[in-house]
């Protein structure tokens, strides 16, 4: 004889309409980026990267972190492009949780190359009106590179620093910089020094800012760390303070927390 299940209770319980709301607990929240490069190549590669390990870790969703449509390479080209952010789905850059422009300082040397002061001081000035964060690189984005391995703390010209980012002998030199077979090849390598390069990042801006040195004149300088930093706390593994198995005892940088896997500064 089958047994009759014992009833329980619930069964006769009037529904509420807590029944039909999804639990918040369940709902998993991630924080959104939206960055705008005045590159098409080396640092929309580097960056993509970055993000890559993070959506592989499942830290990120691919619509947690966009790139604005690309259309300008002067600096203040590239607020408008992020300001402009319009893609089918209709978020604009007032959806996103952080905001980023990523530019150079490139000084102009004659009339068709670089940037005019004017424009790249314009472009800090306008991004700080629209809670923009703004990751520049004076001279040029190939000194984040050049700071993984190396404290460069002379005024540097971006024709110097693409000639010692060269001589590091890391990847095939038949390769351009801006190439995306030599950001892949030089990015494990970019990897592993990074806290590195985000000392020698901070010591540089410390230098500038006691000197009250404006930007556009603090070469060499960047910011690069900054996003950097963000990018890589978003992809925290752990979420307990107390446990940290995985940490790097090494290193002593302002900003372990970011890199350890945890909240924990050490």
């Known amino acids: 004889m089958t047994r009759r299940k014992k009833p329980s209770g619930l069964e006769n319980r009037k529904l509420t309409n807590e029944d039909f709301q999804r639990g918040s607990d369940n709902i998993d929240q991630r924080e959104s980026v939206l ?3 005045e590159d098409t190549e080396s640092s929309v590669v580097y960056f993509k990267l970055i993000l890559n390990d993070l959506k ?3 830290k990120i969703t691919p619509f947690s972190c966009a790139f604005a449509n690309h259309t300008s390479t002067h600096p203040t080209g590239v607020l408008k492009d992020l300001l402009n952010h319009s893609p089918t789905g209709g978020t604009t850059y007032r959806d996103f949780d952080h905001l980023w422009i990523v530019i150079d300082r490139d000084y102009r040397w004659r009339a068709d190359e670089g940037h ?8 800090l000035s306008d991004a700080a009106s629209y809670d923009v964060n703004v990751a520049y690189s004076n001279d040029s984005f190939e000194l984040w590179y050049l700071l993984h391995f190396d404290h460069v703390c002379a005024v540097t010209p971006r024709a110097d620093l693409n000639a010692k980012v060269k001589s590091l002998g890391l990847v095939d030199p038949k390769h351009s910089l801006k190439s995306r077979e030599f950001v892949t090849s030089i990015y494990p390598a970019l990897v592993k020094n990074e806290c590195t390069a985000i000392r020698n990042a901070q010591r540089l801006l410390k230098t500038h800012v006691e000197n009250d040195v404006h930007a556009s004149d603090a070469n060499p300088s960047t910011t690069v760390h900054k996003l950097v930093c963000l990018l890589r706390k978003l992809g925290r593994k752990c979420e307990k ?3 940290c198995e995985d940490c790097n005892s090494d290193c002593d940088c302002i900003c372990h ?5 945890c909240e924990q500064e050490l």
Do not use: N, Q
């Not at 005019?116 to 472009?123: I, L, R, Y």
């Open 35 to 37: 960055i705008a490069l």
């Open 56 to 58: 592989l870790d499942k």
């Open 116 to 123: 005019g002061e004017a424009d790249f001081k314009k472009a």
């Open 241 to 243: 303070i107390d446990k």
């Open 257 to 261: 927390k970011v890199h350890c896997t």
